[in-house]
């Protein structure tokens, strides 16, 4: 009896990610869009003449735009619908059913996050020749710290109240901007780029990209401790009542 | 005997008040009914007791160990069945283990000739289902779950005349085993008729009654709709 309790947040992971599986088009956009940049980027700037470059530095900003995605089009936008929806209204109302509903969104989630970050892997590995079971993982590894860490802001941006609609404007705008500030800063030599990158997650995510977990500790450190405090913080403040409703 | 006990109840959004000094009582084993106009708070009071909204004043207290609330907004995920969207509501609502079977022994006893339809709706695709068929469903299924308190807020709205009968045999049922149960309405007649008592939400408190005279001798008019509207119309303060 006692541990039915505990297993809700596993069933009902279960269940949203049943959800998300049955809803292809998301699933497939997510993935497959930075595929296909992926690809044509890499054409356009081969020319036939140099060595392909190694898969990590290859890929790197493309794993945490991914990263980034899954945080926020997936683990957070999905808590703004279902509080829109009244989703939230109708069953998570105590502490009780707001730690069974945060727990199973972020187990949901998380593995959604490795899934999405391993056909990411199967579909671009092979340009660079064979995969390997061990890159994988240390890959995957990697992916999960970007995921963790874009969560946090994303969690935090679910206590906004704002509707489902401009939800989606702001984490486009979000990303998108993460993402052109982070590319932008690459190539150029202007100050005010290289300072704002120091601030940029997308910069952040893309460093732990290429440097690993073990050589970027501080960061990590960082990440778990805020994810932490965020767990607590959306847990004390979630927003239950849509924002539409009058109160 | 367990009890739900709301005493003076002062509500307020900014400067609009709400409830003042509104009293309220729910005794284990019986349906009571509540009434009140559109925007008169009866959504805000269950937030209330969910303790979703602060009160300004008064007190709020019950002894009963489970309560449940069904919302008027019903979200299902639209790629479930419904036997996902029943799972789902369990994994919130119930501290066991509830299955098809559990919910039906009970629904079935409650209303005989129950069952056919329920598992028609039960394997049914959420979002192929009406809004009368989801809100007959999730009443029915809180309904199966060991809660002692249950809140509905306007449970059969846009329900049809068949489900609807099924509802109410099914509250009945339950408050014959012992659950208190609220349920809001803006079917005068049907809280009349299968409610013990009812509470008529009007000038920021709630005002009890046992039968429909009483209804009409206080608000007059008629019909009880026109009592409805009388009592709606009363100056709030």
């Known amino acids: 009896m006692r541990i039915y309790p505990l297993s809700k947040p596993f069933l009902l992971a279960k269940l949203f990610i049943k959800e998300q599986l049955k809803e292809p088009v998301a699933l497939l956009w997510i993935v497959i869009s930075p595929v296909v940049t992926f690809y044509l980027i890499t054409y356009a700037g081969y020319t036939g003449g140099e060595s392909l470059r190694d898969y990590a530095s290859a890929t790197s900003w493309f794993y945490a735009f991914i990263s980034s995605s899954v945080a926020l089009f997936g683990l957070a936008f999905y808590i703004v619908g279902r509080r829109e929806s009244g989703f939230l209204r109708s069953f998570v109302y105590t502490k009780r059913t707001k730690i069974t509903f945060l727990a199973g969104q972020f187990l949901a989630y998380s593995f959604m996050s490795l899934i999405y970050c391993s056909v990411f892997y199967v579909l671009t590995r092979g340009y660079f020749g064979l995969m390997a079971l061990e890159e994988w993982l240390v890959i995957v590894g990697r992916f999960y710290m970007c995921f963790l860490l874009f969560s946090t802001p994303s969690l935090l941006l679910t206590l906004v109240p704002i509707g489902f609609q401009n939800t989606n404007t702001l984490f486009s705008i979000l990303s998108v901007s993460m993402l052109a500030l982070g590319i932008g800063s690459l190539s150029t030599s202007y100050s005010l780029f290289n300072v704002i990158d120091l601030f940029n997650p997308m910069g952040w995510a893309n460093r732990l990209m290429l440097v690993g977990v073990t050589g970027s500790a501080t960061l990590v450190a960082s990440i778990l401790g805020m994810i932490i405090v965020t767990g607590w913080f959306v847990f004390r403040f979630l927003l239950i009542n849509p924002v539409w409703s009058r109160y | ?237």
């Open chain 2, 1 to 237: 005997m367990k009890r739900l006990i709301v005493d003076a109840l002062d509500v307020r959004y900014g400067q609009h008040i709400l409830f003042k000094s509104a009293s309220l009582e729910v005794e284990a084993g019986t349906m009571i009914g509540l009434l009140g106009p559109n925007g008169s708070g009866k959504t805000t009071f269950f937030d209330v007791i969910c303790g979703l909204k602060k009160l300004n004043g008064g007190e709020v207290q019950h002894s009963f160990s489970k309560l449940l609330y069904l919302s008027q907004i019903i979200a299902t995920p639209p790629v479930f069945r419904m036997f996902d969207v029943f799972n789902m509501m369990m994994l919130f609502c119930s501290d066991t283990r509830v299955t098809q079977r559990h919910a039906l022994e009970k629904i079935e006893k409650w209303s005989p000739g129950i069952a056919e339809r329920y598992c028609e709706i039960w394997k049914k695709k959420s979002s192929l289902c009406s809004y009368g068929e989801k809100r007959w469903f999730f009443t029915l299924s809180l309904l199966s779950v060991n809660a002692d308190l249950v809140i509905l807020d306007e449970p059969t709205a846009g329900v049809d005349p068949e489900f609807r009968y099924h509802i109410w045999r099914c509250l009945e049922g339950a408050a014959a085993e012992g659950v208190a149960i609220l349920v809001s309405s803006h079917n005068i007649d049907e809280i009349v008729t299968h409610c013990d008592d009812f509470y008529m939400l009007s000038q920021q408190r709630f005002n009890r009654f046992s039968n429909a005279e009483g209804f009409l001798s206080r608000y007059g008019g008629s019909t009880l709709d026109e009592a409805f509207i009388h009592a709606a119309s009363l100056p709030r303060t």
